[in-house]
């Protein structure tokens, strides 16, 4: 079966406060929006940031938790693009979780919460390319 | 800035119960597995599943919830594909969430969560293509 992942839904309490976070932050630009739901087109699939209540009704489960036992990743081309970009999204809503380290395994990687709490490492990463389009391909 | 996810990290408690979640259930090949993390290669992106405890402390979050306020999709080609890949997932450690319905903005969905409590809908949105590669791009 396609190895395939078509949408990521983060849920939100504040449309306006993510939009900033995503929009002003990242710099990205939606494809869709309205009153309770915001996507993104992403490489290959689609981001979703939608009302945590109405994602948790549409899962049937009425209690979500935080921080989600999760990570999103976004890499970088080069490594001095990680701390400029982390200061950036603390500028626009988000908290830093970690400042960037050299992992043991290489490149440079910190972490940040969107505003929902939802954890973005952002990473250098060479040993994982990263296609013009955004595709990224599994390297050692 | 390249509307970019490299990597998503779902936070497991045991491999051995995940990996077969994911290789018997999905069908999916793992690309990297060593004691405490499998990689897949997905469309576009990796999907990692990491033992909770290394992730946090990666994270630098030490209290991790369950279940997270997120969701993941991952869309068949067909309306009946749906039914019979959300009793294939049952078998291999997944528990229903939600049988699946018409949802009001077309197509037909369920969700399973993951022997971790990671929800996955599993969803045909014929709105929404998905090409040859497995890219999906959004549509109305």
């Known amino acids: 079966m396609q190895q395939q992942l078509s949408v990521i ?25 309205n009153e309770e739901i915001v996507f993104y087109q992403m490489n290959g ?44 999204l603390l500028g626009f809503g988000g908290r830093l979780l970690k400042a960037p380290v050299e992992p043991p395994h290489g490149g440079y990687a910190g972490y940040v919460a969107d505003p929902d709490d939802h954890a973005w490492e952002i990473a250098w990463n060479p040993a994982w390319p990263i296609s013009a389009e955004g595709y990224v391909t599994f390297g050692l």
Do not use: Q
């Open 45 to 88: 699939f689609i981001l979703g940031t939608w009302l945590e209540t109405s994602l948790a009704a549409d899962m049937k489960r009425p209690a979500l938790a935080r921080p989600g036992a999760f990570a999103m990743a976004h890499n970088v081309s080069a490594r001095d693009e990680v701390a400029p970009l982390i200061e950036r």
């Open 9 to 33: 839904t983060l849920g939100i309490a504040d449309l306006v406060r993510s939009r900033r976070f995503y929009c002003e932050g990242f710099g990205w630009a939606p494809v869709f929006e």
